[in-house]
Each structure stands twice: as C-alpha cells, then as structure tokens.
C-alpha cells in the first residue's frame, strides 16, 4: 500500500505546529491480496530462461486485477526488467529494439478465492548472471502494479 505524505504547519499560540497527513492509497484488499512466487528455469533453446510468476489468491473472495500491455514489453502481460547483476545495466526492456504495438491495452481477470495462476515470460539472455524484477499486475486497478521481487538467474 503507498502512503502519501504531505506536511504544513499551523500557527498555534505563535509557536508553528508541525502536522503530517498520510492518505493512504491502495485497494480495500490492502497488501494481502495476492501472493507471489517466482521462479525460473532454463528455456528450450540456448540463452532462454523462462520466468514465472505464481500469483495466489489467499482470500475468501474473488479479486480482479488488472493486466496492462506494454510496447515496451513485446505487448505481454507479465512485466520484467532485467539488469546485469552487479550494476544499474538494463538489459531489457531496451526501448530501441523491444518496440510493437499492443492490440488490447487492459486485460482484467478474475481470480477466485483460494485459487493460484501462473504466468512466464521467456527471456533471450546473453551469457552472465542477472537480476530479474517481476511485476504483477494491479488489483483492483490498472495504476498500481507492483514489484513481486526479484530472482537471480544465470544465462548459459
């Protein structure tokens, strides 16, 4: 859940008073609303690996998230970005070669209670070691996906 946080201060008795507001925005599921579990294996050709994320929903109601389409990401739901392990490097998505053009903008899916996803990406890698940062998608609304963590893979 984010957490905006604006500050002012108010006369009182001349002396200023220091107050902060924090408005927390987010979905009424709150941080709980899905859980996540990556992981990765190598890919059937040579340089591939695929990354998958598992997405539960451990509730006992039904939650909607909301898949976005990106150029940038080949038009694919699951989001990655992919640095050399050790630096800032990005690999991918690289803006000037990863560019097309996404069909359907926003998907929504419904995942009942209780029930698991899966979903992967499969990643052309030079040789090396890399951090893979997944994102999944929003619940309850296309401007909050967020990082499920990163995984470390190795590029044969």
């Known amino acids: 859940m984010e957490c905006w946080c604006v500050s002012f201060s108010l006369p009182l008795l001349s002396l200023p008073l220091m107050a902060i507001l924090c408005f927390a925005m987010g979905t009424p599921a709150g941080d709980g609303a899905l859980k996540t579990e990556l992981s990765t294996r190598p890919g059937l050709k040579a340089g591939e690996v695929l990354v998958e994320a598992h997405l539960t929903n451990p509730q006992r109601v039904p939650v909607r998230l909301t898949w976005k389409s990106s150029p940038g990401q080949g038009c694919l739901s699951i989001h990655v970005r992919v640095l050399k392990a050790g630096s800032r490097e990005v690999v991918y998505p690289n803006a000037m070669v990863h560019r097309s053009s996404c069909a359907v903008k926003v998907r929504e899916q419904v995942l009942a209670a209780r029930q698991v996803i899966h979903h992967g990406r499969v990643l052309v890698l030079p040789p090396g070691r890399y951090a ?25």
């Open 132 to 156: 893979v940062e997944v994102r999944i998608p929003g619940v309850d609304s296309a401007m909050n996906d967020s990082s499920a963590g990163y995984v470390m893979v190795t590029a044969p």
